[in-house]
């Protein structure tokens, strides 16, 4: 009889393990990571008796994904509704005149369009590459200020700073560093954001959306 008594209260707590949320087996939601390297993301799967929820993020490579959600967590954090004290706007912070020259107006729609402000960038890295071709073939595998120069970190600074001014950086040997107003250089950009692999990105004279 104890025996039997014994063996009913070990199928109960069994059973309460397995339908509980809160169980001896699972102690709440748990999170697993994959990385997709074909699909240039990362699943993460949050795994508990609800149905499955993926969220999908893009890895940090060093592929064209890689270079701009990087270059994205330095001027927003990756913030689409990121609007900063000088009126930069979105994941990557776009000046109004910058988006006028790719036919860009609305700045509303664009701060609530993540699409856009993703074609948007790839737009501007277009333009800036036709217009910095010639000095990214002059340039790229030379040292400046001991800086290996590369096409992704001449890229990320004329985002920055303009293509103008990533010019004149070059052909000064470094001697013209232009600044934005919180304290971020060219220098500093063509070094944070080398060695990136930017072929993705086709130089286009008139780029635009």
């Known amino acids: 009889m104890k025996k039997k008594i014994l063996f009913i209260a070990l199928c109960a707590i069994v059973m309460t393990a ?3 949320d809160k169980s001896l087996f699972f102690k709440g939601p748990q999170k697993v990571r994959y990385n997709l390297p074909q699909a240039n993301v990362i699943a993460t799967v949050s795994k508990s008796f609800k149905p499955f929820e993926i969220h999908y993020t893009p890895r940090v490579d060093k592929l064209y994904v890689g270079f701009k959600e990087a270059l994205a967590f330095k001027e927003s954090r990756g913030n689409y509704r990121k609007v900063n004290s000088l009126g930069y706007l979105g994941k990557y912070q776009f000046g109004e005149t910058t988006l006028n020259r790719i036919r860009v107006y609305d700045t509303h729609s664009f701060l609530n369009d993540p699409k856009l402000q993703e074609d948007a960038f790839y737009a501007l890295c277009s333009l800036n590459k036709w217009i910095l071709i010639r000095d990214i073939k002059r340039s790229v595998g030379k ?5 290996e120069i590369t096409e992704s970190g001449i890229l990320a600074a004329a985002h920055l700073a303009g293509a103008g001014n990533v010019k004149k950086y070059l ?3 470094g001697e013209l560093n232009a600044y934005d107003a919180y304290g971020s250089d060219v220098q500093h950009y063509m070094k944070k954001f080398a060695g990136y692999d930017t072929s993705f990105i ?3 004279k008139n780029a635009r959306l």
């Not at 040292?143 to 800086?147: A, L, R």
């Open 18 to 20: 397995f339908t509980q």
């Open 143 to 147: 040292k400046i200020n001991g800086i």
């Open 171 to 173: 052909r000064s040997n």
């Open 202 to 204: 086709k130089p286009v």
